[in-house]
């Protein structure tokens, strides 16, 4: 959900420390490379969990976001069919940090962190 908040809002520092932090915690470049495009995806690479976790975290992202996306409630509801409520709300939590911290960076201006061989 990081790489996808940080995508979302733009934020090069986010995704400088988030994308390789997800490559050395076991994602598959496939799944970054995919990530973008998630929703059209119909061949199954993402579970419904994923699914579940990227569509709450691009509705309290982009809450009002006019694209034709359903409501934030909406997310919530598809969420706890996957999730308990205490996992959903772990989940809220953790996008309205990763928003912060993303909102934080852009205003200050952080640049991205470089590239560690």
Request: glycine share 8%.
């Amino acid at each position: 959900m990081d790489v996808r908040v940080s995508q979302i809002n733009g934020c090069p520092t986010c995704l400088s420390i988030h994308v390789p932090g997800a490559r050395k915690a076991g994602v598959e470049q496939r799944m970054l490379d995919l990530l973008p495009s998630w929703r059209q995806d119909s061949s199954g690479f993402f579970s419904a969990q994923q699914r579940a976790a990227l569509y709450l975290a691009e509705a309290l992202t982009e809450p009002q976001s006019g694209s034709g996306r359903t409501t934030a409630e909406d997310a919530v509801e598809a969420a706890l069919t996957e999730f308990t409520a205490e996992q959903v709300a772990a989940l809220e939590w953790a996008v309205v940090l990763i928003n912060a911290y993303n909102r934080i960076s852009i205003g200050s201006g952080h640049p991205p962190l470089p590239t560690r061989g």
